[in-house]
């Protein structure tokens, strides 16, 4: 294979946190796919589960596999915390992620390695699909959301198949449940994506319907990344706007009650209404205060904190 | 230290460079002849902002002409801020000077604002006091907001939108830097006690592109100016900052208290008149006790503004004896 030279050490991180019942079969299907993508391959499980079965079953075949680590995390952190473990204990030059369960078909990986490029990170986009209309309506609503806050276009971004260089790794902080917006934290750090189309596997097509929790927890993610990343130098931007708006309202209606007051002399004190304005005033001021507390969390750590990631510097001077 | 081949440069200039493909080549250029005739052993840095443009060729040929340029490419745009922060953090030189890249600052009030800097000063700003620019849409905004920054932060100064300054590198490199903070450097650095002088600069037209400044901009100074205002004086007094804030909605929550008790006696209904009043003096009280936790936050943070008072003291005696540009 002419691709393989592109690549000389391969990581394969799989976080196995949720729906883990076929992690071990597919461990086989994995390896015998992803040996061909480069020279040399090691392997990295996570498990971050409560379920102790799994730690159990991964321990039994790592007896058996020589390029295979195992990290148990005895409790359930989220699957960028077990990307991040996982990292931490490997070496490739590029970090291929997969999730414990088969969303894309294995024989097509091969086209991440080919469309990378100059790239930094290629994201799997199972396409075409072979799920219902309602799972593909969810990934649609999912990206629109995203994209209306964001401002930034990823079309599936739930596939946990990623290929990615090991320095966006290192850079990137990321925690708990905030895997899938991993390509939103690179950018900010100025790692581009792109996404390549694998086929759907079979086994990723049935219907998915989660409760109401998983999709308000998934809003919550996207609104905290949204915040992170446009807002991780300049809180007062975000509060300001915020409590600004509901100062303006409470100003607009004080300034009412007090025209109605001096042209119709209409009491102040029984109205209601005046209750509800300075609610508006108190909570638009504490929003204020908020941010304000916030950019001084900022100024006090900026000195650590660069904001700007360097591509390369130019220079000439042969002296040093 | 006698300035040898293989001494860091006496001064850096610093220019960040957004789409300047045309400006580039003639701000090296002028660049080159206001600092040659001085005899002052100095480094330039580009700093490219994630340019679109061929910007990034253009200033890699020049690097190849004159090996006292470097170019800092950016991996994104990122704004003019943290470009110049970019070339503050890995200038060589002992004096920084920043400036536009888009040719509006002429580098040949370099040398001047240098000497300046050696009477005894550690920042000297420039002043576009015949400024190039639409009086409407950019002088009144920019006067407005210069005096209000000015009486907000104590720091006088005619111009802070203007970017060519120069610097103590010393200094500099201690403060922290980012966001849209370029236009309060004055501000920021005067709570290290930093000597601070103005100097009338040179300014010219824009000769390629527009410049885009909206309304928005507005509203961004003022949140910024609260912000520049908060973070001084978290620096020395934060409970006493807060505090100041929080004595608005004691005074307005004693108001309705005694409109209250006015009520009372009229006997009208108390309710409305009580529920404000608690709820101004809850903000108050809010407002004092994020005073106190900005004293931990400012404790527990990396930056120790008493460090960079000792910078100030100490920078003037080492660089005279040291580097004097001959003039």
């Given amino acids: 294979m002419n691709n393989t030279s592109q690549i000389k050490k391969l ?125 593909q309506y969810q990934t649609k609503i999912f990206k629109f959301l995203l994209q209306k806050f964001s401002g930034q276009k990823y079309d599936d971004i ?163 | 230290m006698k300035s040898t081949q293989h001494s860091p440069p006496t001064l850096s200039v610093i220019a960040p460079l957004y789409n300047e493909e045309d400006s580039a080549p003639l701000l090296h250029k002028a660049i080159c002849d206001a600092l040659d005739p001085t005899g002052i052993d100095y480094e330039i840095l580009f700093v490219d902002d994630g340019s679109k443009d061929s910007t990034v060729k253009v200033c890699t040929e020049l690097c190849k002409q004159d090996p006292k340029l470097k170019l800092i490419q950016f991996k994104r745009n990122y704004g003019q801020t943290p470009a110049m922060a970019a070339g503050i953090d890995s200038a060589l030189g002992e004096i920084l000077v920043t400036m536009d890249g888009d040719l509006q600052n002429d580098p040949s009030d370099i040398p001047m604002m240098m000497s300046k800097l050696q009477e005894g000063y550690d920042i000297v700003v420039g002043w576009r006091h015949k400024r190039q620019d639409k009086l409407i849409s950019r002088k009144i905004p920019s006067i407005i907001a210069n005096r209000l920054i000015g009486k907000v932060t104590g720091v006088p100064i005619k111009d802070n939108g203007c970017s060519l300054k120069v610097y103590r590198a010393k200094i500099m490199k201690e403060m922290p830097f980012y966001n849209e903070m370029h236009r309060f450097i004055p501000a920021l650095l005067s709570v290290s006690g930093t000597r601070v002088a103005e100097v009338k600069v040179k300014h010219h037209a ?89 004293e931990l936050i400012y404790q527990k943070g990396n930056l120790k503004i008493n460090q960079l008072a000792l910078l100030t003291s100490t920078t003037n005696t080492q660089l005279s004896e040291t580097h004097k540009p001959n003039e």
């Fill in chain 1, 158 to 320: 739930g596939c946990g198949v990623r290929l990615i260089k090991a320095e966006v790794l290192k850079e990137v902080s990321m925690y708990g449940d905030q895997w899938r917006f991993m390509p939103l934290l690179g950018y900010q750090l100025g790692y581009h994506s792109t996404e390549v189309e694998l086929t759907q596997a079979g086994e990723d097509t049935h219907k998915r319907f989660y409760n109401v929790g998983v999709y308000l927890r998934r809003l919550l993610d996207l609104l905290t990344i949204v915040f992170l990343t446009k807002f991780n130098k300049k809180p007062l931007r975000f509060f300001g706007l915020v409590g600004s708006s509901s100062i303006v309202v409470s100003l607009i209606g004080l300034a009412y009650l007090t025209f109605e007051k001096i042209a119709f002399d209409v009491g102040m004190s029984d109205r209601p209404a005046l209750v509800l304005f300075s609610l508006f005033l108190v909570l638009g001021c504490q929003l204020i205060a908020i941010g304000l507390v916030g950019e001084t969390v900022i100024f006090t750590h900026a000195k650590n904190n660069k904001e700007y990631r360097i591509k390369e510097i130019i220079n000439f001077n042969s002296k040093k």
């Fill in chain 2, 206 to 294: 824009r000769q390629f592109g527009e410049s885009s400044y909206g309304l928005s901009r507005i509203y961004k100074v003022l949140l910024d100016l609260l912000t520049i205002k908060t973070v001084l004086s978290v620096t020395s007094h934060p409970t006493s900052w807060f505090a100041k804030l929080s004595i608005i909605p004691f005074f307005i929550s004693l108001l309705s208290c005694i409109s209250f008790f006015s009520l009372m006696l009229s006997g009208d209904n108390l309710i409305i008149s009580a529920t404000v009043t608690l709820l101004f003096f809850t903000l108050g009280a809010f407002t004092i006790s994020l005073g106190f936790l900005c």
């Fill in chain 1, 11 to 135: 990581s394969v991180i799989v976080p196995v946190c949720e729906r883990i019942n076929e992690t071990i079969s597919l461990f086989h299907e994995y390896k015998e796919e992803c040996d061909k993508l480069a020279d040399s391959v090691e392997y990295i499980y996570i498990a971050s589960t409560d379920s102790n079965d799994i730690h159990k079953d991964l321990t039994l075949l790592q007896e058996s596999e020589n390029n295979l680590k195992v990290i148990l995390l005895n409790r359930s952190y989220g699957e960028a915390t077990a990307v991040q473990a996982g990292f931490d204990h490997c070496s490739g030059d590029y970090i291929l992620t997969l999730p414990p369960y088969k969303q894309v078909r294995t024989e097509e990986l091969s086209k991440l390695i080919d469309q990378i490029g100059d790239y930094d990170i290629a994201i799997a986009k199972r396409w075409p699909r072979l799920d219902s209309k309602s799972n």
